[in-house]
């Protein structure tokens, strides 16, 4: 196959920032996609419906003129979230679903949940009205190893969640584990999980074999080979449980390259060339479109685009550095070249 049309896809899950640095990236988005959800996590971070208009609107001024492109919103739960507001937001449109961060467990997650049983009342009125959660499913606690953090959580707090309310919808974001894997597989049909591309194509050697490698350090992290292999075999599967979320995260490079770097990837401006190379070399260029186009929307109850893309073979430089409105970010897969590129 040299060429693949399939309906333009949405990004499940990802971070614009804000200021200079949302503006120069809102474009690398909105060029493949047609929707995406925006995570909350700004400082300060996105916790009202107010916040939440104002902040759509600031990405909405970014979108180059003529392009098409609808910021999904994502209100960031806290210990003090105020139910009735968050569903206020929900019914007027302003919020697609709700974010929970434990505390602490990535950029600008502080002010996170410390308990999610501080948010029973929150989670029980998102379950009545049909609002979906976004959840960070790793747990915080110092004794547990930062590769098992996912598993921990599935144990701890996920599972007796999706136990104590059944009729809640959750997206499992960034899942990294088999562990998390098996979870979604055998759960209803209320569970869904996002993947990252970078999870596809990463283990946790590349960015720890030959130098501590930052441009390769997200959260969660990477994990072993068999949980990449897992990842894969799941967004190829064809199941309709899992969709496509980026979780794209820029950091200027400096902030990257520091003594303590920050995590994050910023695979924006080739996702779908990313996640492409993968369903090519698993066979699976027949369920691309599915993972990229539809089981996301049909997820969250939204309708599918009607709109169209191509993707074509052809070698694709990938820049070794890009300037963001003057910050200066690497892009995944910087310097490499990839065997797909998007048409027009």
């Not at 902040?55 to 910021?71: E, K, M, S, W």
């Not at 999870?199 to 080979?225: D, S």
């Not at 200027?252 to 996640?275: D, V, W």
Request: hydrophobic fraction near 40%; include cysteine.
């Amino acid at each position: 196959m040299e060429s693949l049309t399939i309906r333009r896809p949405d990004d499940w899950h990802l971070h614009f920032r804000d200021g200079a640095v949302m503006h120069g990236v809102v474009p690398y988005t909105a060029r493949q996609f047609a929707r995406a959800i925006v995570m909350p996590n700004l400082s300060p971070p996105v916790t009202t419906t107010a916040l939440g208009a104002a902040y759509r609107d600031r990405i909405l001024a970014a979108v180059p003129q003529g392009v098409d492109f609808t910021p999904l919103m994502t209100c960031y739960l806290t210990d003090n979230t105020d139910a009735g507001d968050i569903a206020h937001g929900f019914a007027s449109g302003v919020f697609t679903a709700a974010k929970l961060y434990p505390a602490g467990a990535t950029t600008n997650s502080d002010s996170g949940v410390t308990d999610i049983r501080r948010l029973d009342q929150v989670l029980e009125r998102m379950a009545e009205i049909g609002m979906p959660l976004c959840i960070h499913g790793e747990v915080t606690d110092h004794d547990v190893d930062v590769f098992d953090r996912e598993a921990v959580f599935i144990e701890r707090t996920l599972a007796p969640l999706v136990a104590r309310l059944p009729q809640l919808k959750v997206i499992f974001e960034h899942i990294t584990t088999e562990d998390a894997v098996q979870f979604v597989d055998g759960s209803g049909p209320g569970i869904g999980a996002t993947i990252t591309p970078q999870h596809l194509h990463l283990n946790r050697n590349a960015m720890l074999v030959g130098g501590i490698r930052p441009h390769a350090y997200c959260l969660p992290v990477a994990k072993r080979e068999k949980h990449r292999l897992a990842l894969r075999a799941a967004a190829t599967s064809g199941s309709t449980k899992y969709f496509l979320g980026t979780d794209s995260a820029p950091h200027a490079r400096e902030a990257k390259e520091s003594a303590c770097g920050c995590a994050g990837i910023f695979n924006a401006p080739f996702a779908l060339e990313t996640y492409l190379a993968v369903f090519d070399e698993e066979r699976a260029l027949d369920r691309f479109e599915a993972f990229a186009s539809e089981n996301g929307p049909r997820f969250y109850g939204l309708p599918l685009n009607e709109a169209r893309i191509s993707l074509e073979r052809a070698e694709v430089k990938v820049p070794e550095l890009l300037d963001v409105n003057g910050t200066m970010i690497v892009p995944f897969h910087a310097g490499e070249t990839l065997g797909w590129r998007l048409a027009g």
